[in-house]
């Protein structure tokens, strides 16, 4: 009784359910469910030591990266409560909160294979998912946690990558380019994002 307690005290918890979810469609790696979840890089690791101490979730690593997903044993094991969570995961298609990660989700996946089509090839031995030149990403994370919200302006946004990156810190982001063509993938990826502090784009 006491293990059944410990464990749905653990599920207990919507952002460790909201990381399941992800989970239980792809394995993914803390960088990608930080992006899907909203949610700190500690918060997320944190979330992750706890499932994968019960058993929930198992780690991989392939290519310098370590990636999670769905502990197979725990599905053999508890396939009672699986079902259980995956029928209210169901359930909960149509939840705002969950529609916006299902979102984020796919666009990390997208982002993935484009990312590895570009640069990891048939011929190419170094299989990791680098992109170079996307370490702004990381940078622009890193200062956002140093300012106070501010109003930002993305000046030759182009797709929207690094206007996406200055709306988790800023108030309100101003984007502008002068190529109707990228800013109609500006604008898509603003809406997968549901992103709504972002203007004139």
């Not at 149509?94 to 796919?106: F, I, K």
């Not at 484009?114 to 940078?139: C, I, K, M, Y």
């Not at 302006?153 to 109707?180: H, K, M, N, Q």
Request: aromatic letters at 6%; a positive charge.
């Amino acid at each position: 009784m006491r293990q059944a307690s410990a464990l749905y005290r653990l599920l207990g918890d919507e952002a460790r359910l909201r990381l399941l979810r992800a989970l239980t469609r792809e394995r993914l790696n803390v960088t990608e469910l930080t992006g899907i979840l909203g949610l700190a890089q500690s918060g997320v690791s944190r979330h992750l030591g706890l499932l994968k101490d019960a058993g929930l979730v198992t780690e991989e690593k392939e290519a310098g990266f370590t990636y999670y997903r769905i502990a197979r044993e725990a599905g053999d094991r508890d396939g009672a409560m699986w079902a259980m969570l995956q029928g209210e995961f169901e359930r909960a298609a149509a939840d705002p909160a969950v529609r916006a990660d299902e979102a984020r989700l796919q666009e990390v996946l997208r982002l993935r294979k484009e990312n590895f089509e570009t640069h990891a090839g048939p011929d190419t031995r170094d299989r990791r998912q680098l992109v170079p030149g996307r370490s702004w990403a990381a940078w622009s994370r890193a200062l956002g946690l140093l300012l106070p919200p501010l109003k930002a302006a993305d000046l030759g946004c182009g797709e929207g990558y690094l206007t996406i990156e200055a709306s988790r810190w800023a108030r309100r982001v101003i984007a502008v380019d002068r190529s109707e063509v990228v800013l109609r993938s500006a604008r898509g990826l603003v809406r997968v994002r549901c992103v709504s502090h972002v203007h004139r784009i």
